[in-house]
């Protein structure tokens, strides 16, 4: 039955919010203009009535579509696609934002939120904020509107139903069809972080949005100054997020995919990290606003090219312009011209401002002078948006090429084939400019200086941190980066290896010299020394986990089989045959077969339990006395897409210890996705990921069938195992049919002792119909597979067929990051510094509200 | 002068060096033909070529596997039909025969295509017109 009234409600709803958010930008707009107090104060009113309607709306909509997907309405197009019935409710959840329309329902209920908050913590500021924010909810809605005018469909709706979406043949037969079940969630999402990481990011998103809303207004009404108060805590706890959810991502990635990191250059990282740079610099440059023009002007430019530029990676990754060039595809739903409409809208209005209000910003011509905080402030912002305009520059070529295209000729740029070449190589200059810059800038900040008094200040921390990075650069292997570069680039790369380290570590010393007298005096000014201890943290965790990430699983065999290209052939991986040790490095390697995670048992030997019709319930075929499961029992699978690699590191007598890298099959999707375990240790991370194992789908390659009659009780060889028949059992049903009339089924069960264990086969023999049918199995982890031939019920023996094949297999990639946790230890340091910063400009903001200034 | 020209001056120049440098990084699409022709003219930078697997009645032929299965070789057919044996010293990743169209990053030695770089394109990832009943 399709379930039509929650999709309307959806529709509707959606519906309502757009009109909404339209009359509420237009009452705001009017409310700003009213000279007239109480006139305005009426015009709030009615606009924050509408804007709580479109509030309720939205709330609805975030409602309905969850209940769609809860309630596994798979005659929705969204539900079909993006979920399926085995799903548990968190990653139904992350359903929600795995399709474009959720993650835009995502964005609007997070500016309802910040609206709501907005209109509840400002007086002055209510009207001419909510109207940009308004009109940025009305087309964000428009996105998801799904109505059609005049043949041009404005916006996809995500409570379109399937029927309407998909020209299958079903439908003209039973338009009321609702398919069992759903596509499911694509597997490289099915990670805890994936629930927590987009919702951080798209807060994120939507917080750019407050400090322009603010700067809008005030370019608006002239206020060229004032807006700057309000935005700088929204500044900072918008960095603070998005930072947040950028490392969030980066996070994933080093948990979940396979490149062997945390940061890959893909465009979409990129099209995050760019605007935060430059929310980074307008944050600097809002501090240092009150006494340099320069400062201010570089403010507003900042500020709103930081929204803008979050409409510009929007375009980027749901427009399908970067095609195959990126992981994170969102499928392209026909919303480019949408986008672009958006994203050139707000770039017009903007532009228009400006120039209108330019010339009445407050200029005076004084010179900045080089030993005043503003000059190293603005140095630093000026750092940072060349760091952000060498990246989007490099991301932006499938742009370049879809504009060669329009206009006649074609440019064929394809993105670098080097990333870190092009990438982090050029970065990293910048970085150690950052680390300079963040470490001395913060001398000039709470103390007037001259030349001398500079040079006074600086000598000892430059001191300090030389001979702690010299005593880093002994205590590591500094000079063993980058083993296959020679001559000039390799003595190139350490001079930058080497900057980079001294930068930091000064950056680190320079700051911690700042935050010990502050903390005795006023703590609360604490929040930018700390944040530049953590960057400075971050910066030495990403030169060493990043520069020094060794390759451990180097093929030691020296087996080489391509004699065309010897250097060519491929030495960082390790290919292991199961229970055949090999050496990697200072470890032994083992690999113990395939495991499925399983409900208060842990991880069980696959071949040791036999699947139902229920995906979620496997049967023990044997007894497991060290997880106490019994022959028969069942159990409750954890992810049943997931499969485990047994790996077995041994390294001396006593540091033992077993990493269960994964493999996701998701049969719908046809999709095969690794994901690395992890050994953490304080010192360093071990990272290791299957490369690749043999094809669950292909059957492979097996032995000439051997035939073997047996008696109950008697024993045999197979593949040079020793198996013994123990038992035979008569089915009443096969895979969940009854067998009715003459039919019979009979299983036998056949014990074979393995290197490590015993296991049970139990091959099915059935007689449907008159007709003889077999029914194997097949022990994976042995490489054998058992029919059961014919029965000769007069001398009480089976004949079982046997056929062996290779043994189980992994390819394996191991890899060491070294001090990666001071990359995490720096994170949590700035986000502190980040909320000790927001704090502190809050309460500014509230007391000169207060007090009615604003 | 001023300093905030000097200042100017030098975020100008340093914008113009990475335009220069990073636009000398780009790769390009090229098909077999002109890759050849590149590696001919002694040119050996890293080139996409954007094909299928060579396919006979259905069947991917022309697949090499290394005993120790680190490397391979196999055979692509380039969007202007043209056949090349390309090398790839790296494991095969598992849906590789499953692919319907492959990315190969790399360049020329000798006669045989040597990818430093393999994307795949897989059928069902893209493809959500199948409803299953």
């Known amino acids: ?854 | 002068m001023k300093k905030t020209h000097i200042v100017g001056l030098l975020v100008i120049a340093v914008a113009i060096f990475i335009i220069i440098s990073t636009t000398g990084d780009a790769s390009s699409y090229k098909n077999f033909t002109e890759a050849k022709e590149m590696a001919e003219g002694g040119n050996n930078s890293a080139i996409h070529v954007v094909g299928t697997l060579k396919k006979v009645n259905d069947q991917v032929v022309g697949i090499q596997e290394s005993p120790d299965k680190l490397s391979f070789y196999f055979t692509m057919v380039d969007q202007n039909n043209v056949e090349q044996k390309v090398f790839r010293p790296d494991p095969m990743p598992t849906d590789f025969l499953r692919s319907e169209q492959v990315v190969v990053i790399g360049s020329y030695r000798e006669e045989t295509f040597v990818a430093d770089k393999i994307l795949l394109k897989c059928p069902s990832k893209y493809k959500e017109e199948e409803v299953k009943i």
Request: aromatic share 16%; with cysteine; proline share 4%.
């Open chain 1, 1 to 854: 039955m399709v379930h039509y009234f929650i999709g309307n409600l959806g529709h509707f709803l959606v519906i309502t919010s757009f009109i909404t958010s339209i009359i509420a930008a237009y009452t705001y707009f009017l409310a700003t203009n009213k000279k007239d107090e109480l006139e305005k104060a009426k015009w709030n009113r009615t606009a924050k009535v509408i804007f709580y309607i479109h509030g309720l709306a939205v709330i609805g909509i975030v409602f309905s579509l969850y209940w769609i997907i809860n309630n596994n309405y798979f005659e929705y197009h969204y539900a079909q696609s993006h979920s399926s019935k085995i799903l548990p409710w968190y990653y139904q959840i992350s359903c929600f934002w795995e399709g474009q329309e959720g993650s835009f329902l995502l964005w609007i209920f997070w500016n309802v939120i910040l609206g709501v908050v907005l209109i509840n913590t400002n007086k002055f500021w209510t009207a001419p904020v909510m109207t940009v924010f308004a009109l940025v909810q009305a087309f964000l809605t428009s996105m998801i509107l799904g109505v059609v005018f005049f043949n041009f469909k404005l916006g996809s709706s995500p409570f379109i139903l399937l029927r309407d979406v998909i020209d299958a043949p079903i439908f003209k037969m039973n338009p009321e069809f609702v398919p069992k079940d759903g596509n499911g969630l694509n597997p490289l999402l099915q990670n805890y972080w994936m629930v927590i990481h987009p919702p951080t990011l798209f807060l994120g998103f939507a917080t750019t949005l407050v400090p322009f809303a603010y700067c809008i207004a005030g370019l608006f009404i002239g206020k060229f100054k004032e807006w700057i108060r309000p935005a700088l805590p929204w500044a900072q706890f918008s960095a603070l997020v998005l930072g947040v959810g950028i490392l969030m991502g980066a996070y994933w990635a080093y948990e979940t995919l396979n490149f062997g990191g945390y940061w890959n250059w893909d465009p979409v990282e990129n099209a995050v990290y760019v605007p935060w740079l430059v929310l980074v610099a307008a944050i600097h440059t809002m501090i240092a606003f009150k006494k340099s023009d320069t400062a201010l002007k570089s403010a507003i430019i900042l500020v709103i090219s930081t929204f803008v530029l979050i409409l510009y990676s929007t375009f980027l990754t749901r427009s399908g312009i970067l095609g195959d060039s990126s992981v994170h595809s969102f499928t392209d739903l026909g919303l480019s011209g949408q986008l672009l409409i958006y994203l050139l809208v707000f770039v017009a209005l903007s532009i228009w401002l400006i120039v209108s209000r330019w010339s009445k910003i407050p200029t005076n011509k004084q010179e900045v002078s080089t030993y005043s905080r503003e000059f190293w402030i603005l140095l630093g912002a000026i750092t940072l948006c060349i760091m952000a305009f060498h990246v989007i520059y490099v991301t932006s070529y499938p742009v370049y090429n879809k504009v060669a295209d329009l206009l006649g000729f074609s440019l064929n740029l394809a993105p670098p084939v080097d990333q870190v070449s092009s990438y982090s190589d050029k970065q990293i200059w910048f970085a150690i400019v950052v680390a300079v810059l963040s470490g001395t800038g913060q001398f000039f900040w709470w103390k007037k200086m001259d030349k001398k008094e500079f040079k006074n200040a600086l000598i000892g921390p430059l001191l300090i941190s030389l001979a702690i990075s010299f005593i880093i650069i002994f205590a590591t292997d500094f000079f063993t980066a980058a083993p296959d570069e020679e001559g000039f680039d390799r003595a190139f790369r350490f001079l930058r290896y080497f900057l980079l380290l001294i930068c930091s570590v000064y950056s680190i010393i320079a700051n911690t010299k700042i935050i010990i007298p502050l903390f005795k005096s006023n703590a609360m000014l604490t929040g930018g020394s700390f944040t530049h201890i953590g960057v400075g943290m971050m910066l030495v965790g990403i030169l060493f986990s990043s520069g020094y990430s060794k390759i451990v699983s180097e093929n030691y065999t020296g087996l080489v089989w391509s004699t065309e290209f010897p250097e060519e052939v491929n030495r960082n991986n390790l290919l292991l045959f199961m229970n055949d040790p090999r050496q990697m490095g200072e470890y032994s390697l083992n690999y113990r077969g395939m495991r499925k995670l399983f409900k208060d048992k842990g991880y069980v030997n696959e071949s040791l339990v036999s699947n139902t019709n229920d995906p979620l319930k496997y049967v023990a075929l044997t007894d497991i006395p060290s997880q106490k499961i019994k022959s028969g029992d069942t159990l409750y699978v954890i992810g049943p897409e997931n499969t485990y690699f047994e790996i077995e590191y041994q390294e001396g007598d006593d540091k033992n210890f077993t990493l269960y890298p994964r493999v996701q099959l998701n049969e719908t999707m046809d999709m095969i996705v690794y994901s690395p375990d992890i050994k953490r240790t304080l010192g360093s991370d071990l990272y290791t990921h299957i490369r690749t194992f043999p094809d669950p789908k292909d059957e492979g390659e097996w032995s000439e069938l051997k035939e073997i009659t047996a008696v109950m009780n008697s024993q045999f060889f197979v593949n040079d195992y020793v198996a013994v028949f123990e038992g035979v059992e008569r089915l009443e049903e096969i895979a969940g049919t009854k067998l009715e009339g003459n039919d019979v089924a009979v299983k036998a069960k056949v014990r074979v002792q393995g290197e490590t264990g015993d296991y049970i086969a139990e091959p099915i023999y059935i007689i449907k119909d008159q007709m003889a049918g077999k029914i194997p199995f097949t022990i994976k982890d042995l490489g054998i597979k058992i029919t059961i031939e014919s029965i000769n019920p007069k001398e009480n023996s089976f004949v079982f067929g046997l056929k062996t094949t290779q043994k189980e297999w992994v390819i394996l990639e191991a890899v060491e990051m070294p001090y990666i946790n001071i990359l995490w230890f720096g994170t949590f340091l700035l986000c502190i510094g980040f909320t000790i910063a927001i704090r502190r400009r809050y309460l500014e903001f509230q007391k000169m509200r207060d007090k009615g200034v604003e």
